[in-house]
Every structure is written in structure tokens, then in C-alpha cells.
């Protein structure tokens, strides 16, 4: 079973061997509401995450600091993933550079120092390659999606939560908390083992009780249901 879902994150790999660099783009794209699923330094790291993750997108820095460069990278991962799109990043503009980008069968090529509104220029294009101007995407319902109370759908690709094909928007932490019930979504979780694994810290019971009366108030008090003042757990579709 196929379903149709609208405002699904494009998922972006960025592989760029200088530190500072890579984490000023991941804090553009993130503001601008992409998800980057990793950051990697070497040719080699790049074609493992692109398999293990399957990102929608890849910015590659062509020349990396490897025995295997960003261009033969690419030209790995799209033996076995076409379908990703990778967008170079290079301070080269010679025919050789250029060339390398032909052959990879790259989307866009990207000349360092570049502007922020070029790199999401660029990924607006890509997006609308590859999901149309709906910004829809299919996705396996049955692999992909969970099917909760009151109509609400969590897709465990995106990690976010849908209503009638509308995103919800919810903060990091409480589709985070959401997250955890849905990989759990047959039990209910003792209470301090939740606060543990969504703060990692030493958080009050009150903090979760406020989380989820936002999340219930965003929402619908049946998403997520309270067990006898043990635990929390996921509402599904009955």
C-alpha cells in the first residue's frame, strides 16, 4: 500500500573534510528546515552513510583529503543509489573539475566561497526534481508510516507527524518523545525510562507531564495514553 504524503524533509548528506565549513552548512540548511542525516570527511565514510542512510540529497566537496575523491565517490554511490542527487562543492572551476562533475552525473556544481541563498536555490530545485511541485513524496506505509489514533500518521523515515497529509508542527523534543513510543509502540514505557532517553539528564516528572499537555494540546489527548500512572504509550488505530 502506497500513500501520498506532503512537506516530508529532504534528507541531505553533507561530505566536506574541513570542520568549520561543514557545520556552518548544517546550520543553514537546518534552519531552513532541511534534515541532515550526517556529516563525513572521507570519500570512503560518504559511500558507506549513502548506503546505510539512503539520503535524498548529497553535497560532496569534490576534492577531499582522501585516497578516494568526492567525484570517484560519487561515481560509486551512483552505481548502486541513481537516484540520489549530489550537488558538488568545489574552490576549482577548471575543465578537469568540471569534467569530474559530467562523468559523476552530478545535479549542480557549486564553486566555493558560495552564498547561502545559492546552496538553497539549488536544493529547491533538487526538491522539485524529485518530488514535484506537490513537495509530495510516496512512501511505503507499510514500512514507512504507523498509523496512530484520531487519523495521525508518524513516518519513521521523516520523524515527523501527519494529519490528512499535513505536516504537525511539533518541537525536536516532543517528536522526539513521539519517536520513542512509536519504536515501542506495543508496550508501555516506565516513566523514568523515557525522561532518560529524551533528556539524558536529570529532568523532573512535571517536565514530561508539560511536554506531553503541549503534544496533547497540538494534537489530541488520545496520542499519546497514560497506563495506570506506570507509563506512557503510543495511540494507535483501533
Known amino acids: 500500500m502506497k500513500l501520498y504524503l506532503k512537506g516530508i524533509l529532504m534528507q541531505i548528506l553533507i561530505v566536506e573534510d574541513e570542520v568549520i565549513p561543514a557545520n556552518y552548512l548544517k546550520k543553514v540548511l537546518e534552519l531552513e ?38 567525484a570517484e565517490a560519487a561515481i560509486q554511490i551512483h552505481a548502486s543509489s541513481p537516484e540520489v542527487m549530489i550537488i558538488f ?14 562523468e559523476s552525473d552530478a545535479f549542480a556544481y557549486l564553486l566555493k566561497p558560495y552564498r547561502d541563498k545559492e546552496i ?18 510516496v512512501v511505503d506505509v507499510e ?7 484520531d487519523g495521525y500518521v508518524y513516518n519513521t523515515k521523516s520523524k515527523r ?19 520513542l513510543l512509536c519504536k515501542n509502540k506495543h508496550i508501555t514505557l516506565e ?19 508539560s511536554l ?7 494534537t489530541t489527548f488520545n496520542l499519546i ?8 504509550r503510543i495511540g494507535l488505530k483501533e
Open 33 to 70: 528546515g532541511y534534515e541532515v542525516i550526517g556529516i563525513v570527511r572521507k570519500g570512503a565514510e560518504a559511500i558507506s552513510m549513502a548506503k546505510q542512510k539512503n539520503p535524498d540529497v548529497i553535497l560532496m566537496d569534490i576534492m577531499l583529503k582522501d585516497h578516494i575523491s568526492g
Open 225 to 232: 495514553q497514560n497506563t495506570n500512572k506506570f507509563g506512557y
Open 161 to 179: 507527524l501527519f494529519l490528512e497529509d499535513k505536516e504537525i508542527p511539533l518541537g525536536s523534543r516532543a517528536l522526539k518523545l513521539i519517536q
Open 89 to 102: 562543492l568545489t574552490a576549482y572551476s577548471d575543465e578537469e573539475m568540471i569534467n569530474f562533475a559530467v
Open 143 to 149: 514500512n514507512d508510516t504507523i498509523i496512530l489514533a
Open 212 to 218: 506531553i499537555h503541549r503534544i496533547r494540546t497540538a
Open 120 to 137: 538553497l536555490a539549488t536544493l529547491e530545485l533538487a526538491k522539485a526534481k524529485l518530488f514535484g511541485k506537490s513537495d509530495s513524496i
Open 191 to 209: 516513566i523514568d525510562m523515557i525522561l532518560q532517553e529524551v533528556w539524558d539528564s536529570s529532568i523532573s516528572r512535571q517536565t514530561l507531564r
